[in-house]
């Protein structure tokens, strides 16, 4: 088996348009998602984020760390949550991914984690 990331991309412009009806929908189908798929047991870990107004950036590969405020890239849009799942090839990976694109009413990016490294004998 293989974990991926199903990455939910938006832009806040699309988040701010939606009704707070439209809102309690789209939860909704999403809370229906994830019993989706804690019952076909290949969920590993998901989760809703902050707009990118929370976020701040630390580099600490100088002498000593810098921290700025905003998101890394610069960019229209931002992922605005999750899901980890555990499945055994990409193909199954883009099925749940597609559920999770019409639940989320967004654009979802499918990710494999790169395999460990072989520990040291």
Same mark, same amino acid.
């Given at each position: 088996? #293989?974990?991926?990331?199903? $990455? +939910?991309?938006?832009?806040e ?5 939606? &009704?707070?009806?439209? $809102? ?5 189908? +999403? ?5 989706? =798929?804690?019952? /076909?047991? @290949?969920?590993?870990?998901?989760? *809703?984020?902050?707009? @990118?107004? !929370? $976020?701040?950036? +630390? /580099?600490? !590969? *100088?002498?000593?760390?810098?921290? #700025?405020?905003?998101?890394? =890239?610069? #960019? %229209? ?8 799942i555990? @499945?055994? /090839?990409?193909? &199954?990976?883009?099925?749940?991914? #597609?559920?999770? !694109?019409?639940?989320?009413?967004? %654009?979802?990016?499918?990710r ?7 520990? /040291?004998?």
């Amino acid at each position: 088996m #293989t974990q991926y990331l199903l $990455a +939910v991309h938006g832009n806040e412009a699309d988040y701010a348009a939606i &009704t707070p009806e439209q $809102a309690q929908e789209m939860f909704a189908a +999403v809370d229906q998602f994830n019993q989706r =798929l804690q019952a /076909d047991n @290949v969920w590993v870990f998901a989760g *809703g984020l902050e707009g @990118v107004g !929370s $976020a701040s950036v +630390v /580099d600490a !590969s *100088g002498d000593a760390p810098v921290i #700025t405020d905003g998101p890394y =890239l610069e #960019t %229209k849009e931002h992922i605005g949550g999750f899901w980890i799942i555990d @499945v055994p /090839d990409a193909a &199954t990976a883009l099925q749940y991914a #597609t559920e999770g !694109s019409r639940a989320c009413q967004g %654009k979802v990016e499918v990710r494999p984690f790169a395999p460990e490294p072989p520990a /040291d004998a």
